[in-house]
């Protein structure tokens, strides 16, 4: 008889896509990243986004005045492309520490409006990433009111992904947060310059979740919850042991009335727990095994950077998150806040 483990313990894991937003917020979302993950990427959607090497420099002096004392974190900076960032930008980052570009499309997602218009436009500036070794992270829905907002990721790829693999066939393209079968099928049979990151929701909601008893404001984010076959399949990517698929949580805070609004902002905060949900998610498939190559070790391949050497432990044991964690003035309300998590990091 096999008995389910009552603990693991895996490399240290990395988040390859969060928000960590600016100032006043940093206390919170860097103390929570910098408990679990060694590095993390750091998304630029900042306002005003994060377009140049020395606003990339001066925002990651910022996260790292954040770091609490006694820990280890390493903030991973990128830039935000928009229809003018310069190819002689590229070698700068580059030149700065810089290791990727994130691709919006304008109107996409929150904080979006400065997204690029028309890939056709980035062209000299995409050429300049593939010369300098720069990844491309991709927010990989389509825009336009024209296509169903469930149907928005399938499209991007026939529309986007298909022609710039063809335009740049040795760019390096993270197809960030994936939600649908049809991207986790793509990417699996695709070459090696593509990979995917799958965040904690995706893997443990279909977007019931977002309409059970009420509207549930706190699990709205872009790209949207999908049906349950979509669910299975990203589960079944996540847990495959398959490289191209690993960690990035896509923790996106917002203060808790903006969310709980009529037009309520689109992110799931998950810092606070998020190997926890992660771990909880491949327990449920059967596949704690398969945790660490998704988590630790994939990411780090992917972005030719070496895999962290300390380790952490997870134990099976319920604990209950604070109901909400300040956020500058404001409150911020996790995902799933105020219910018990069945793993829980061992300190
Ligand atoms: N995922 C989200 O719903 N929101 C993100 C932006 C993004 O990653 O698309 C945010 O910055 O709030
Ligand atoms: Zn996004
Ligand atoms: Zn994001």
């Not at 306002?47 to 090497?53: E, G, I, L, M, S």
């Not at 290791?99 to 500036?125: E, F, W």
């Not at 872009?222 to 847990?239: D, F, I, M, N, S």
Request: proline fraction near 7%; charged fraction near 20%; glycine fraction near 6%.
């Amino acid at each position: 008889m096999s008995t389910a483990p009552s603990s693991i313990s895996i490399l240290r894991p990395d988040d390859w896509h969060i928000h960590l937003r600016d100032d006043a917020a940093l206390a919170t979302t860097v103390a929570h990243a910098a408990r679990q993950f060694a590095r993390a990427i750091v998304m630029p959607n900042l306002k005003p986004p994060v377009t140049t090497a020395e606003l990339a420099q001066a925002y990651k002096a910022r996260i790292v005045a954040a770091i609490p004392q006694g820990l280890r974190f390493e903030p991973l900076m990128t830039l935000y492309l928009t229809d003018k960032l310069a190819p002689e930008e590229i070698v700068r980052a580059k030149a700065a520490g810089v290791v990727a570009c994130k691709l919006y499309p304008a109107g996409a997602t929150t904080n979006s409006d400065h997204g690029v218009t028309d890939i056709r436009k980035i062209y000299p500036t995409l050429e300049a990433m593939q010369r300098e070794g720069l990844l491309l992270l991709v927010h990989g829905e389509v825009t336009g009111s024209e296509v169903d907002l469930f149907d928005r990721e399938a499209a991007f790829i026939d529309q986007h992904m298909v022609p710039l693999r063809r335009d740049f066939p040795e760019l390096k393209i993270v197809f960030e947060h994936i939600t649908t079968r049809e991207a986790a099928q793509y990417v699996t049979e695709t070459d090696r310059f593509v990979g995917a990151t799958i965040t904690p929701q995706h893997l443990l909601f279909n977007r019931n979740a977002i309409f059970t008893g009420g509207i549930r404001p706190h699990y709205y984010c872009l790209p949207v919850l999908k049906r349950e076959e979509h669910r299975l399949a990203l589960v079944q990517a996540a847990t495959s042991g398959n490289p191209k698929f690993f960690l990035g949580t896509d923790s996106a805070p917002h203060a808790a009335q903006l969310k709980e609004h009529a037009t309520g902002c689109a992110g799931c905060y998950s810092a606070h727990a998020a190997i926890e949900m992660y771990a909880e998610a491949f327990d449920k498939a059967g596949a704690l095994d398969k945790l660490e190559g998704f988590a630790s070790l994939h990411g780090a391949d992917f972005y030719n950077l070496p895999r962290n050497t300390d380790r952490i432990t997870l134990v099976r044991e319920s604990w209950t998150p604070p109901e909400s964690y300040p956020f500058g003035q404001a409150d911020l309300k996790p995902l799933r806040s105020g219910e018990a998590l069945p793993w829980k990091l061992a300190d």
